[in-house]
């Protein structure tokens, strides 16, 4: 708001410059943002705080600030209360939307030029002089900061020979012309000003141009009211109309500032507007008084909050200059808070004011006395970023996705959407229930990579959440895609060998891959799905996505993923690690080939060769595997040693030979010779 320097310093009584009036109230109440001198007459710019707009939006409001920061009391202008005559009909139909309303007729006016002195300051605060009357309006919001106006009682509609105000809403289609000499459509949300025919005025936003006030005007209806914050609002932004008015209205004033706002603008007209200027009506209808109210304020507490010892005669003095009623019972402030200072409400609210006063920059600095220990170990979070750095290793990108998908992303997936939580306020479609899996949107990431890269390989950490017979559960869950377009092979074994490198990393012993036929979970590969299990437990799976799934996405490679349940692998005992000395004694490395059937396990296999080779057998590597025309064929790499005697070639034969015995019998294996 734009302030005349000159109005300030002869309400607040301050001697400061204006330059030091700007330094004084940035540091304690508002900042100070522009200056302008002409003249005599200097104008200020300060940034109001809308919760300060219902009294600091005004020079009486801001020279009593200017008081308070300087330690002293405001004293407030004395207004002569008009004596209460019959005559002028209100009638408020919803006074919820119009809590308090003011009406007065004043005869006998003359229109014309209002003083100089009176446009000087109207022009140094931002606003242009038309005449007396409207500059009497405009003036004493600026004083007081209670909207005013004022209406051509000639061109108001009358009943009985007597003026009547209504002050109800707008009807559907109804229509007025306001000052801006627009006209605008209502509604039935906008509150408007109306006489016994036809709205005169949008309430609280700007008076009607039909009955505005001209040189011919002799008698005249002042209006001081209070009106709905919300319903201002609504009906400013409606019409994008903003003005002085609807902008403190917005901000929630005082209903008790009506009267003296009334009583201010009547002073003014008599002094101003013609000798033989009289009051013939006067109607206040304030139905639920406003009234001071009491917060008990702590003085320990004071102190506690701000990290300071203020005494306590100095908290009185700040809020008994804030125009604050108090009484000490003991260490016990009880204040009385005018109604103008709608923003407090609480003991914080007043701790802040002392704070604020007294100032901010003289509270000395101290350092915080806290105890120093270490802090509890996040076992979860400490797993976690374990996760990450070893799947980073192994040339994996982490990516973060919301924790919610949409309707169609379920249906792509062949699940069920019953089996879903749904958001009762999603952001979009696209947010509208709980991810119950982690992979569906990891497709997504898929699909949008392979765009631009032929290669992928990204995981993320994060929760799944299920509805367990009206329970709703969430559960820690990691997954993870590989899927590379310049590589013709199966996708899964490289895969599988990363999930098994992440697990032996973590520590994990004695991790088993058993073949899923007819996965749960419609959205796995029928028959390239394996359980990751450890001592019997599952943990997760590794596997390729159904290729219907990949079409309803548009992937058309083969993709393989991973997922690994967080909770179940935190509540698994890690074994004891042991250490074995490098072996002094050499060890060979034999490749072994092979065809097998379809329906052979690759952990049956496994297992025949360290039952036959026993101890000597270090070590088997998978390292190629080839489908064709119904026929699969394997690679494996041996790695066979003795921790007592290095072997002699006789020796290692031997124990190829029982190895390869072995699988022809037990598993039909056919190995090339």
């Given at each position: ?7 300030l310093?002869e309400l607040?009584?301050t001697k ?17 943002e ?9 104008q ?7 919760n ?14 200017i008081?308070a ?10 207004f ?5 005559r019959?005559?002028?009909g209100?009638?408020?139909q919803?006074?919820?939307?119009c ?11 003359s ?11 109207l ?9 007396n009357i409207?500059?009497i ?7 007081t900061?209670?909207p005013m106006?004022?209406f ?7 009943r009985?020979a ?11 289609g109804?229509?007025?012309?306001l000052l801006?000499e627009?006209?605008y ?8 000003i109306?006489?016994?025919e ?5 309430a ?6 039909d009955?505005?006030?001209s040189?011919k ?15 201002i609002r ?6 994008n ?9 917005e ?21 101003l507007c013609?000798k033989?200027?009289?009051i ?10 406003v009234k ?15 990290g ?28 009385e808070?005018?109604t ?12 802040e ?13 101290q350092?915080?006395v806290?105890?120093?220990k270490?802090p509890?170990?996040?076992l979860k ?9 070893i799947?980073?290793g ?6 973060m ?19 879903h939580?749904?958001v009762?306020?999603p952001?979009?479609?696209d ?8 992979i569906?949107?990891l497709?997504?990431?898929?699909k949008?990579n392979?765009k631009?890269?032929?290669k ?11 509805d367990n017979?009206?329970k709703?559960?969430?559960y ?11 590589v ?7 895969l ?6 992440l697990l032996?990393n973590?520590g994990y012993q004695n991790v088993k ?15 390239r799905?394996a359980?990751i ?13 159904n ?14 993923v ?6 179940v ?31 052979t396990?690759?952990s049956?296999?496994v ?8 101890n000597?057998?270090k070590n088997?590597n998978?390292f190629?595997v ?14 066979i040693g ?9 020796e ?17 294996v056919?190995?090339?010779?």
């Amino acid at each position: 708001m734009k302030y005349s320097y000159n109005w300030l310093k002869e309400l607040s009584g301050t001697k400061k410059s204006p330059k030091e009036l700007a330094e004084l109230l940035t540091m304690r109440a508002f900042e100070f943002e522009d200056m302008k001198t002409e003249g005599k007459e200097t104008q200020m710019e300060f940034s109001i705080l809308p919760n300060r707009g219902h009294d600091a939006l005004s020079h009486t409001g801001m020279a009593r600030e200017i008081s308070a920061c300087e330690g002293r009391k405001f004293s407030s202008p004395p207004f002569l209360k008009p004596s209460f005559r019959n005559g002028l009909g209100v009638e408020i139909q919803d006074k919820k939307l119009c809590p308090r309303y003011i009406g007065a007729v004043l005869e006998n006016i003359s229109v014309g030029q209002s003083p100089k002195w009176m446009q000087t300051r109207l022009l140094a605060s931002g606003v242009k002089p038309i005449n007396n009357i409207v500059d009497i309006t405009n003036y004493v919001m600026l004083e007081t900061g209670q909207p005013m106006h004022a209406f051509d009682i000639a061109k108001i509609a009358t009943r009985n020979a007597k003026p009547e105000i209504i002050v109800r809403k707008g009807k559907k289609g109804e229509k007025i012309k306001l000052l801006d000499e627009k006209e605008y459509e209502l509604t039935e949300k906008n509150l408007v000003i109306a006489d016994s025919e036809k709205p005169i005025a949008l309430a609280g936003v700007m008076g009607g141009f039909d009955s505005a006030i001209s040189r011919k005007t002799t008698s005249i209806l002042l209006e001081s009211a209070n009106f709905n914050s919300t319903s201002i609002r609504k009906t400013r932004t409606s019409h994008n109309i903003i003005t002085e008015s609807s902008h403190r209205f917005e901000r929630e004033i005082d209903p008790n500032l009506a009267e003296a706002g009334m009583a201010r603008a009547i002073e003014f007209v008599k002094e101003l507007c013609g000798k033989g200027a009289e009051i013939t009506a006067y109607t206040d209808i304030y139905p639920k008084k406003v009234k001071a109210w009491q917060i008990r304020l702590e003085t320990s507490y004071v102190n506690s909050l701000l990290g300071e010892n203020i005494p306590v005669p100095k908290m009185k003095n700040i809020l008994e200059n804030l125009g604050l009623a108090v009484k000490m019972s003991g260490k016990i402030f009880n204040c009385e808070i005018p109604t103008r200072r709608i923003d407090l409400k609480t003991q914080e609210d007043l701790i802040e004011e002392i704070g604020r006063i007294y100032g901010y920059e003289n509270i000395k600095e101290q350092a915080p006395v806290v105890e120093v220990k270490t802090p509890p170990q996040n076992l979860k979070r400490d797993f976690e970023n374990k996760l990450r750095d070893i799947l980073v290793g192994l040339g994996f990108s982490e990516v973060m996705n919301y924790s919610f998908y949409s309707a169609d992303d379920i249906a792509k997936c062949n699940l069920k959407i019953e089996d879903h939580i749904e958001v009762a306020n999603p952001l979009s479609l696209d947010q509208q229930y709980l991810r119950r899996n982690l992979i569906s949107n990891l497709l997504k990431n898929v699909k949008l990579n392979l765009k631009n890269f032929p290669k992928v390989q990204i995981f993320e950490i994060g929760k799944k959440f299920r509805d367990n017979k009206g329970k709703f559960s969430e559960y820690d869950h990691l997954a993870g895609v590989f899927v590379d377009n310049l590589v013709k092979e199966t996708p899964f074994f490289e895969l599988k060998g990363k999930t098994e490198a992440l697990l032996i990393n973590l520590g994990y012993q004695n991790v088993k891959y058993e073949a899923l036929q007819n996965p749960e979970m419609k959205f796995w590969h029928q028959s390239r799905t394996a359980r990751i299990v450890i001592n019997n437990q599952e943990i997760g799976k590794v596997g390729e996505i159904n290729p219907q799934i990949l079409e309803n996405y548009g992937i058309k490679k083969r993709v393989a993923v991973f997922g690994l349940k967080i909770s179940v692998l935190l509540e698994m005992k890690l074994p004891e690690k042991q250490y074995k000395a490098v072996s002094k004694l050499p060890i060979v490395e034999r490749d072994l080939s092979m065809f097998v059937e379809k329906e052979t396990k690759y952990s049956d296999i496994v297992a025949s060769i360290k039952k036959s080779g026993g101890n000597l057998v270090k070590n088997i590597n998978l390292f190629d595997v080839f489908e064709k025309e119904g026929e699969k064929s394997l690679a494996l790499r041996l790695k066979i040693g003795s921790d007592a005697k290095t072997l002699t070639s006789a020796e290692i034969d031997a124990v190829m030979k029982k190895i390869i015995s072995a699988l022809e019998k037990d598993l039909k294996v056919k190995v090339r010779k």
